[in-house]
């Protein structure tokens, strides 16, 4: 960890990619204030022991930073599986509008029961400017959460049921949104992290 009060934002995104590069896992940037009102960035930098040296001398050379702070920390990691899921869009006649595959991780708990699903991002932006090619309207947002939900489906036990008037809504059924996702789990190849 390091904290630095002598740069501009714009040098930010290339401190990060810099560090990527030269083997830190994982670079966090929290922008701050410190004293006199002065602003500054606390660098967080996810590191090998034996690649702390280089990074440390890079922050100095790039940032003047007089000394790092080193912050011996524990990992519990999750497993989890990739799996593939075909995907179309349908159009009201059931014709397919767009047809893919995208990767969802499946993060997995004790036992392998899963916990949570989360789709690949560049994949989900590719798929979102593809989709909105073939005319749909709809947000990645929107899509990954259709996405998320639907890996899960199945695979963890769980149930919703939308029923409850207490909040004043009308149970007049909802008329679809967009065009109909459908999905199929293509194939699973599991990970250690």
Request: with cysteine; aromatic share 8%; hydrophobic share 35%.
């Amino acid at each position: 960890m390091t904290n630095v009060d002598n740069i501009t934002c714009d040098q930010v995104p290339y401190l990060i990619e810099e560090l990527m590069k030269l083997g830190a896992k994982n670079v966090h940037v929290v922008p701050a204030f410190t004293k006199k009102g002065r602003s500054e960035y606390i660098f967080l930098i996810d590191s090998e022991e034996g690649n702390l040296e280089v990074l440390a001398e890079f922050m100095a050379l790039e940032t003047g930073t007089l000394g790092v702070r080193i912050l011996k920390t524990e990992h519990y990691p999750f497993d989890y599986e990739m799996r593939k899921l075909c995907l179309s869009f349908r159009d009201e006649n059931d014709l397919p509008l767009w047809e893919g595959e995208i990767a969802v991780k499946i993060v997995l708990g004790k036992e392998k029961k899963p916990l949570s699903a989360r789709v690949e991002y560049e994949e989900l932006k590719e798929l979102t400017n593809r989709a909105r090619e073939a005319g749909l309207k709809l947000s990645m947002y929107e899509i990954k959460e259709l996405i998320e939900e639907r890996a899960l489906k199945g695979i963890k036990d769980f149930t919703v049921n939308f029923e409850d008037d207490s909040l004043g809504l009308d149970n007049t059924p909802l008329s679809p949104v967009s065009k109909k996702l459908c999905c199929t789990d293509k194939t699973k190849t599991c990970f250690g992290n």
